[in-house]
């Protein structure tokens, strides 16, 4: 079982070129099925979950080309209606094939996901839209069958703004008959992303990254589609983290500044100085951590839930008390124990945790629990006197390409042991 295993103390310092981001490209290559058609999409990140999704699409029938960091993928050839079961378990973003497979096959079986180490993930949101678009939905057996010989655009008021939710909307509402309206959608800049690559195949779609999103439907796409990937901005955000936490001086190019903006100002008043322009950003950790005194998670722009974890390492070291309030998912403190373990002073009430910062931390073995729970052992770990050690790295590997390689090459004592 992969391990990684660092050495805590060394000042991190150099650049780092952003990879792709994970939740752009998941829902980008389930758009890829909506058409027959052939699409280039630049910027793939090389993460397990894209392997994963890559692996359906192939089941599906769709034929896959890939060098380095681009990726073909011919979707004419889909023959395949069903989601093979374990793959779907492995990841639960595969629930958004729903819609895009709606839209092209007007028939999807899938699996049922179930929750994950973050707390229950209902889909109530996704089924109900998609009944509303005129699916039929047949639930059984640990099964989703959904079917409809032509979904009718109409106006969905979404009750929380998901993320997948809109996601599941837009993929099945772009060959809708009709307009459909989605009102108070999820604003997060992956779907943005989503909204480019389909308006590029002959979508009709506006208003993502705002909570209005109208979709007109069109009878058939017509393009072959090349897409570049948005920057991963959580990625950014913890290579932000592993620069204020070392008291670095760290460089991030090929991001868009404006995703990171909440983090970049709660980072200011951890004491971080920020220098940046639209695309890089130089971060210059502080000698002594302030405390915060809150950090709210939030739909975007809010806080992001994706950085509450690497932002709670930061603020075990750092000078008083802080308290994050976790809004968005309902069990997302599983790494508190690990920091707890490493002498982090953390106490949760429910979606609360109160943080006094300590002088130092200190090595041990721990165990990633998620993914972004993971990265933020690897970053208490950086500045943790002695050996760390992380075990279930496979959870790290979902969302960041080459970590510890990037790591050390900004000079941290870090190796994979596999
Ligand atoms: C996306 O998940 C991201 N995943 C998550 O990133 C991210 O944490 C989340 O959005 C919030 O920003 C991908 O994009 C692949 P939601 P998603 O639907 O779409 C509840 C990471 O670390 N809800 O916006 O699943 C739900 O339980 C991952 O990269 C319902 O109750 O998130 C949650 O509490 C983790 N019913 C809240 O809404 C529904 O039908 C937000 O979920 C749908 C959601």
New binding site residues.
């Given amino acids: 079982m992969d391990r990684i295993i660092l050495y805590g103390g060394n000042r991190l310092t150099g650049e780092v070129n952003v990879s792709g981001a ?2 752009a490209i ?1 829902p980008i290559l389930a758009a890829t099925v909506v058409e027959g058609n052939e699409s280039t999409i630049f910027n793939v990140p090389n993460l397990r979950d894209v392997e994963v999704m890559e692996k359906i699409l192939l089941a599906l029938g769709c034929t896959i080309k890939r060098v380095d960091n681009i990726m073909w993928v011919n979707s004419k050839p889909l023959d395949q209606v069903k989601i093979p079961d374990e793959l779907a378990r492995e990841m ?2 595969s629930i958004i094939l729903m819609g895009a497979m709606l839209s092209r096959c007007g028939e999807v079986i899938i699996s049922y996901p179930g929750g994950c180490e ?1 707390g ?7 089924l109900k839209a998609l009944k509303d678009l005129g699916a039929e939905i047949e639930e059984s057996y640990g099964f989703i069958h959904c079917r409809a010989s032509k979904l009718k655009g109409t106006e969905i008021q979404l009750d ?1 703004p ?4 809109t996601e599941n909307i837009i993929l099945a509402a772009v060959k809708a008959e009709g307009t459909t309206i989605i009102r108070n959608a ?1 604003r ?1 800049p ?1 779907i943005v992303d989503l909204q480019n690559y389909l308006n590029k195949a002959g979508a009709r779609i506006s208003g993502a990254g705002t909570s209005v999103i109208i979709i007109e439907g069109v009878n058939e796409f017509k393009k072959d589609v090349t897409h570049y990937t948005m920057p991963d901005r ?1 990625v950014a955000g913890t290579y932000m983290i592993a620069s204020a936490i070392t008291r670095g001086e760290i460089i991030l190019k090929n991001i868009i500044t404006d995703h990171l903006q909440a983090v970049i100002a709660k980072l200011k008043e951890a004491g971080c100085l920020i220098y940046s322009d639209e695309n890089s950003l130089k971060i210059i950790g502080p000698e002594r951590i302030n405390s915060i005194e809150m950090v709210q998670t939030l ?1 975007y722009p809010g806080f ?3 950085m509450q974890a690497q932002i709670m390492a930061l603020l075990s070291i750092a000078n008083g008390i802080s308290i994050i309030s976790e809004t ?3 069990n997302r403190f599983k790494h508190v124990e690990e920091l707890i373990r490493m002498g982090a002073n953390i106490k949760t009430f429910g979606k609360v945790a109160i943080i006094k910062g300590v002088k130092e931390l200190t090595g041990t073995k721990t165990t990633a629990k998620d ?2 729970g993971g990265a933020s052992l690897v970053l208490a770990g950086l500045v943790a006197k002695g050996r760390t050690e992380i075990e279930n790295v496979y959870h790290i590997k979902r ?1 960041y390409e080459d970590f510890h390689k990037i790591l050390k090459g900004l000079g941290a004592n870090i190796e994979l042991v596999e």
């Fill in positions: 994970k939740n998941l639960r973003s973050i229950p993930r209902p889909i109530d949101m996704h929380y998901s993320v997948g939710a999820a997060e992956e959580i739909p992001p839930t994706d968005v998912f309902e993914l972004r969302g």
